[in-house]
C-alpha cells in the first residue's frame, strides 16, 4: 500500500531543489543558485541575501517559484509512476549507469544526509524519506524488469540479478521484518534465497513469482498498454537531442523552416529555428509552446520537454562545478 501522494513527495522535493540552488550560491557565487531557482538576476544584493538566510526554507520564502521546468523533476516524478505504480513511460530499462535518475536521486540523498546543506550552507538536512522511498522502489523495479542494477549511496552490493530484502519488501509494500519471515525454512509460500559474500539476496525469477502473489505489489506497465499517455512522454538527454527530434519531426512532415514558423505565428528568422535544431533551446515557453503545436503535437508538453532539456544540461554543469569546488 502506498502511504503518500505525489504531490506529498513533491512538496518534499520542492525544498531539496531550493537547498541544491543555496548550495550553487554558497560554493559558486552568491546570485548562482539564485539564477538557477528563477531564471533570472535578482532584482538587488538584499534578495540574495535573504535567499541564502539558512533560517528561511522553501515553505517559507516569500517569491514564488516552480520547479515543474527542472530535469530532475521529472525523474523525482517517474520514481513515483515508475517505482511505486508500476507505469513504464521512459526510456528502455537496461539503462544503467550514471543517468538522470542517479542525478535526481543523488540529489535528494546528498540533502537528507547533510552532504550539501550543513556543510556548505549551514542549513539543515532536509526530510526527504518519501523521495528516498519512491527512488529505491524505481532502481529495485528496474531489476526486477531485467534491467540493470544502478548502485545507490549506502547500497548492500546486490549482484545485478538478484534483490535485497528491502526492495522486495518496498515492492510488495511491506516492512522488512515481514519479507525476512517469508524467507525462513519454514514460511508457506517461502521467498527463495541465496547468499553472496555472507549477505541475503533473492534472485529476480523468485522476487517475481513471490511478489505476484502479494496483493500490495503491482505489477509493471508498459506505455503501450496506458493509451491515456500523451506524446513525448519521455524525456531528452539533453539540448542537442531535443533540438535533433524538432528537425526530423519538421523534415518529416515536409515542412521547410519558413513554413513552420509561419504555422506557428512565430516572428522571427529562420536563424533562430536553425539555432534551436542545433540544440540552443530559447527560454520562451509561449514561443516553444507555438512551435510544437505547429508540429502536431501537444505545445504545452512540448515546451515542458524542450525547456527541461535545456535545464537538464545546466544543472549537470552547475553540478560539476560544485563538487568541484567542495572537492577541492
Same mark, same amino acid.
Given at each position: 500500500?502506498? =502511504?503518500?501522494?505525489?504531490?506529498?513527495?513533491?512538496?518534499?522535493?520542492?525544498?531539496?531543489?531550493?537547498?541544491? /540552488?543555496?548550495?550553487?550560491?554558497?560554493c559558486?557565487?552568491?546570485?548562482?543558485?539564485?539564477?538557477?531557482?528563477?531564471?533570472?538576476?535578482?532584482?538587488?544584493?538584499?534578495?540574495?541575501?535573504?535567499?541564502?538566510?539558512?533560517?528561511?526554507?522553501?515553505?517559507?520564502?516569500?517569491?514564488?517559484?516552480?520547479?515543474?521546468?527542472?530535469?530532475?523533476?521529472?525523474?523525482i516524478?517517474?520514481?513515483?509512476?515508475?517505482?511505486?505504480?508500476?507505469?513504464?513511460?521512459?526510456?528502455?530499462?537496461?539503462?544503467?549507469?550514471?543517468?538522470?535518475?542517479? %542525478?535526481?536521486?543523488?540529489?535528494?540523498?546528498?540533502?537528507?544526509?547533510?552532504?550539501?546543506?550543513?556543510?556548505?550552507c549551514?542549513?539543515?538536512?532536509?526530510? /526527504?524519506?518519501?523521495?528516498?522511498?519512491?527512488?529505491?522502489?524505481?532502481?529495485?523495479?528496474?531489476?526486477?524488469?531485467?534491467?540493470?542494477?544502478?548502485?545507490?549511496?549506502?547500497?548492500?552490493?546486490?549482484?545485478?540479478?538478484?534483490?535485497?530484502?528491502?526492495?522486495?519488501?518496498?515492492?510488495?509494500?511491506?516492512?522488512?521484518?515481514?519479507?525476512?519471515?517469508?524467507?525462513?525454512?519454514?514460511? /508457506?509460500?517461502?521467498?527463495?534465497?541465496?547468499?553472496?559474500?555472507?549477505?541475503?539476496?533473492?534472485?529476480?525469477?523468485?522476487? =517475481?513469482a513471490?511478489?505476484?502473489?502479494?496483493?500490495?505489489?503491482?505489477?509493471?506497465?508498459?506505455?503501450?498498454?496506458?493509451?491515456?499517455?500523451?506524446?513525448?512522454?519521455?524525456?531528452?538527454?539533453?539540448?542537442?537531442?531535443?533540438g535533433?527530434?524538432?528537425?526530423?519531426?519538421?523534415?518529416?512532415?515536409?515542412?521547410?523552416?519558413?513554413?513552420?514558423?509561419?504555422?506557428?505565428?512565430?516572428?522571427?528568422?529562420?536563424?533562430?529555428?536553425?539555432?534551436?535544431?542545433?540544440?540552443?533551446?530559447?527560454?520562451?515557453?509561449?514561443?516553444?509552446?507555438?512551435?510544437?503545436?505547429?508540429?502536431?503535437?501537444?505545445?504545452?508538453?512540448?515546451?515542458?520537454?524542450?525547456?527541461?532539456?535545456?535545464?537538464k544540461?545546466? %544543472?549537470?554543469?552547475?553540478?560539476?562545478?560544485?563538487?568541484?569546488?567542495?572537492?577541492?
Amino acid at each position: 500500500m502506498i =502511504k503518500f501522494s505525489k504531490a506529498e513527495m513533491k512538496e518534499e522535493f520542492r525544498e531539496v531543489v531550493y537547498q541544491f /540552488a543555496r548550495s550553487a550560491s554558497y560554493c559558486l557565487d552568491p546570485e548562482a543558485g539564485y539564477r538557477l531557482l528563477f531564471d533570472r538576476k535578482p532584482k538587488s544584493f538584499d534578495d540574495v541575501l535573504h535567499f541564502m538566510n539558512p533560517e528561511v526554507n522553501s515553505r517559507t520564502y516569500d517569491e514564488p517559484f516552480s520547479i515543474d521546468h527542472f530535469q530532475a523533476t521529472q525523474c523525482i516524478e517517474q520514481f513515483y509512476d515508475y517505482g511505486l505504480l508500476g507505469i513504464r513511460c521512459m526510456p528502455p530499462v537496461d539503462s544503467g549507469g550514471a543517468n538522470e535518475w542517479t %542525478f535526481a536521486y543523488g540529489m535528494v540523498w546528498d540533502a537528507s544526509n547533510s552532504f550539501l546543506i550543513s556543510e556548505s550552507c549551514n542549513g539543515d538536512p532536509v526530510q /526527504a524519506d518519501k523521495c528516498l522511498y519512491a527512488g529505491k522502489a524505481f532502481f529495485a523495479r528496474l531489476v526486477l524488469d531485467g534491467g540493470h542494477r544502478t548502485y545507490l549511496y549506502g547500497d548492500e552490493g546486490a549482484p545485478s540479478d538478484m534483490l535485497t530484502i528491502s526492495e522486495v519488501a518496498i515492492l510488495a509494500g511491506l516492512d522488512d521484518r515481514t519479507v525476512r519471515n517469508a524467507t525462513s525454512k519454514s514460511a /508457506a509460500n517461502r521467498l527463495e534465497t541465496t547468499v553472496v559474500d555472507s549477505n541475503i539476496f533473492i534472485p529476480r525469477e523468485a522476487a =517475481k513469482a513471490w511478489l505476484s502473489t502479494k496483493r500490495g505489489f503491482i505489477p509493471t506497465r508498459v506505455g503501450d498498454d496506458l493509451p491515456s499517455i500523451a506524446v513525448l512522454n519521455d524525456s531528452f538527454i539533453g539540448q542537442e537531442e531535443a533540438g535533433d527530434y524538432v528537425r526530423k519531426t519538421r523534415e518529416r512532415l515536409n515542412l521547410a523552416p519558413k513554413a513552420l514558423l509561419e504555422k506557428a505565428k512565430l516572428n522571427v528568422g529562420v536563424k533562430w529555428l536553425a539555432q534551436l535544431e542545433k540544440g540552443d533551446i530559447p527560454h520562451d515557453e509561449e514561443m516553444l509552446t507555438a512551435l510544437g503545436a505547429a508540429l502536431g503535437l501537444n505545445g504545452t508538453l512540448f515546451a515542458l520537454r524542450m525547456l527541461e532539456a535545456k535545464q537538464k544540461d545546466d %544543472f549537470s554543469n552547475l553540478q560539476r562545478r560544485i563538487f568541484s569546488e567542495t572537492n577541492a
